[in-house]
């Protein structure tokens, strides 16, 4: 297996947030000697579900492993983990940032749906959007960039 490859299905995934949504719990950490998958209740009005892969023989958590890759283009920010990325919240929204917006490190830029959970993208520094680079509802590779930042 590939450290790209996600060892459960969509519906497994599904399963797990639906199980969580309905507990009393806010995350639920599942770890064996593959991988370790965390899923949490998101946080504001609209929820929804992050998740966050961690593979085994790998030391670093996935959002370590993702900006050791996004650091080879410093310009960009790139895709956290495979899936269908998104410039809105949803179809008919606006866009969460635009040519010329101002960003901050918290900023959600876009969002990867992977697996029937939706996974909030942050600009993680401060700048100016260059350029979107990715059509919205394209899928793309872990570390792929997104958007460029000056």
């Avoid at 639906?18 to 639920?28: A, D, Q």
């Avoid at 961690?54 to 050791?68: I, K, L, P």
């Avoid at 969002?111 to 959970?117: A, D, G």
């Amino acid at each position: 297996m590939s450290e790209n490859e996600i060892p459960l299905t969509a519906e497994d995934v599904a399963e797990i947030a639906e199980i969580l949504e309905k507990s009393g719990y806010r995350e639920v950490d599942i770890a064996t000697s593959r991988f370790r998958l965390r899923v949490a209740k998101g946080d504001g009005e609209d929820g929804g579900m992050t998740q966050e892969w961690q593979w085994a023989g790998t030391a670093q958590s996935a959002n370590a492993e993702d900006a050791a890759e996004v650091e080879t283009d410093p310009d960009c920010i790139g895709a956290p983990l495979p899936g269908t990325f998104y410039h809105a919240p949803s179809p008919g929204a606006p866009p969460f940032v635009t040519v010329g917006d101002t960003v901050g490190p918290e900023t959600v830029v876009g969002i990867v749906e992977t697996m029937k959970l939706m996974n909030p993208v942050h600009a993680g520094r401060e700048g100016t959007v260059a350029d979107v680079l990715v059509p919205n509802a394209t899928m793309v590779a872990k570390g792929q960039s997104l958007i460029r930042i000056s």
